[in-house]
């Protein structure tokens, strides 16, 4: 176990590696000066020149790679081009706030998501299963502006019952910053719901067909106990892999959902770093990404091997 | 309890006894969901092709003195911002995406598949670094990754552009499950006579391994469609695909959300309507496939 462990540690660090390798290489052929895109059309060259210079973007790649990597591993993620300032505390506001958004639609979203594909799983062929199968599947797939628009559409042009702009204004009440949270969170909700459900339907499906359950029945057990006590337990081991596999996704689609509701959470920042070529500030939150996703992905691997005894004694790897 | 035992396996022989009688394109018409997604995907697809022919208007045509009309006899979808017929648009709208998203998964698909074989069959070293590069890629979502890429291949526009970075992106994706169906096919005996045979590597991997791993290539491409499709469309509202003025659902949709709090939403919802139909028609019909075939 601790082996395995350490293992998975040793890959995830290589693979972080390759990423910080990735993300600088992919943002370092951005086009464009980021002197000139600070400094605007009009500047002298040599005011681009000496910008440029102050920022070290002149410098060889490979160098600035270096610098990059070693400020980064002293806690120095680089000074933000489009704001001249450290880009942490950026990086962090933004990722507290996309946190408060993702957490809402989590919290929404698992309970939800489990009772759903237990109940289709409970229903098999049924009716009940083959809607919510259906439903949950173009739930995932249609995009999240997509339902979006469609809620905005209905909740706050038609209705106008709920706010169409994800922030609420700075000193906004808790209660306020809920109400203005909820829009936002349902379109991420109604694509991670088809995810849990599926996972969630399958493996209840696969314990209800297991000799266990079989012999739980036969031994006079109620229904509702062997379900509780047998079933659920081993059904939901595929459920927690899947549902820590999908922050990676709920980070990608914040960007797409921030954008269209306006709300200052790190896929914005993303996309706004995008838009005025600040390489630190995109590089920075790519990488901070891609660190909390593996970080996610390890706590789940960990998680099932220490549920299943199976995994656990010798199966892994 | 003892009703869901029973009724699963019920299910399975049902589908089994019919399966002994019928073709597998037979079996997929007898299911609803399948026949309601093609429908779907066919109507689009026809919009695709002759979409001009169908417009009641020229699509590009600006009336700047019908701006912003809400949907009326004359403009069924209503008129954008600069005049221009929303249900026009939208009919021909369907070419942009659908062209794009076919050509990009089938780009992924051709890669991946290669990739895929290689890593699976050659092993060792191939797999190794292979298998890295893939994880680190996949640490990052797909439209962060597409982000990067279209930032640094200089800015979105070109049709082209966004199949090469889909096709890219989807690549290490259809490389892990090829390579999961080659080692399963790497136990089996055909290809220890083969190698005994003294076949060379391309050869093996090509002829006697390709084929076998089809089926799974074949279902990975109908499944990654309909992500192209999810991620064509969220790059263009982000407004880094297509650009206007070519008609183009997700690009419709970055022009003119801007005013939908004001109240203007025909000329947002109507695009959005049509990516969640195709995306949704895509999905049944992909889930029928994988019904039929896991059946």
């Known amino acids: ?317 | 309890m003892t009703d869901v035992v029973t009724t699963a396996p019920a299910a399975e022989v049902a589908v089994a006894s019919a399966r002994g009688e019928l073709p597998p394109w037979r079996l997929l018409l007898r299911r609803p969901t399948f026949i309601v997604g093609a429908a779907i995907l066919l109507f689009w697809v026809v919009c695709a092709v002759f979409g001009h022919m169908i417009a009641p208007q020229d699509p590009l045509a600006q009336q700047l003195l019908a701006t912003n009309k809400a949907p009326s006899g004359a403009h069924w979808f209503g008129t954008d911002q600069l005049g221009r017929d929303v249900f026009s648009r939208v009919i021909v709208g369907a070419r942009s995406i659908l062209v794009i998203a076919f050509f990009a998964t089938l780009l992924g698909t051709v890669a991946g598949t290669a990739l895929g074989l290689a890593m699976g069959y050659l092993g060792g070293v191939v797999d190794m670094v292979g298998g890295r590069i893939v994880e680190a890629v996949l640490a990052l979502p797909l439209i962060v990754v597409a982000i990067m890429f279209v930032v640094a291949v200089g800015g979105g526009g070109s049709a082209l552009t966004i199949i090469i970075i889909i096709g890219l992106v989807f690549t290490p994706l259809i490389a892990r499950t090829v390579r999961t169906a080659v080692l399963v096919e790497r136990q089996q005996d055909y290809l220890a006579s083969a190698r005994l045979l003294g076949e060379n590597r391309a050869y093996i991997m090509f002829v006697e391994v390709l084929p076998n791993v089809l089926p799974a290539v074949f279902v990975e491409f109908t499944v990654r469609l309909g992500y192209a499709i999810f991620a064509i469309a969220a790059l263009a509202f982000l407004g880094l695909g297509v650009q206007q003025p070519t008609p183009d659902w997700g690009a419709d949709i970055n022009a003119n959300y801007g005013v939908l709090p004001a109240g203007y939403w025909w000329m947002t919802l109507f695009p959005a309507l049509a990516i969640a139909s195709l995306v949704i028609a895509i999905n049944l019909v992909t889930d029928s496939i994988e019904q039929v075939l896991a059946s």
């Open chain 1, 1 to 317: 176990m601790a082996t395995y462990i350490l293992k998975r540690l040793g890959l995830a660090l290589v693979t972080l590696w390759l990423l910080s390798v990735i993300v600088f290489f992919a943002c370092h052929v951005l086009p464009g000066d980021p002197g000139r895109a600070v400094l605007g059309n009009l500047a002298a060259p040599s005011a681009v020149a000496a910008l440029d210079h102050q920022l070290g973007v002149d410098r060889p790649l490979v160098v600035q790679y270096w610098t990059w990597i070693t400020g980064l591993l002293h806690g120095n993620m680089g000074l933000s081009t489009q704001f001249r300032a450290p880009v942490e505390p950026y990086i962090k506001a933004a990722l507290i706030n996309s946190l408060k958004l993702a957490a809402l639609a989590f919290v929404i979203v698992v309970p939800l998501g489990i009772v759903g594909g237990v109940v289709a799983a409970l229903n098999y062929g049924r009716t009940a299963d083959r809607v919510i199968s259906v439903a949950g599947l173009s739930a995932t797939t249609v995009p999240e502006f997509v339902s979006g628009i469609v809620l905005i559409v209905v909740f706050g042009v038609a209705l106008k019952v709920l706010p169409v702009s994800a922030s609420a204004g700075t000193g906004a009440s808790p209660a306020s910053q809920f109400q203005h949270l909820i829009l936002p969170a349902i379109p991420l909700v109604l694509v991670l719901f088809g995810y849990i459900a599926r996972m969630a339907r399958a493996g209840t499906i696969e314990a209800l067909n297991s000799d266990y359950a079989r012999t739980a029945t036969l031994k006079g057990l109620k229904r509702s106990v062997v379900i509780r006590r047998h079933i659920l337990r081993n059904s939901l081991l595929p459920t927690i892999t899947v549902i820590a596999t999908q922050t990676g996704y709920l980070i990608g689609g914040l960007v797409v959902v921030e954008t269209l509701f306006n709300y200052q959470g790190i896929g914005n920042l993303i996309f706004k770093a995008v838009n005025s070529k600040d390489f630190p500030m995109l590089a920075a939150a790519v990488l901070t990404i891609g660190v909390i996703y593996m970080v996610a992905t390890l706590i789940a691997d960990i998680l099932a091997t220490m549920l299943n005894p199976r995994l656990r004694l010798g199966g892994a790897e």
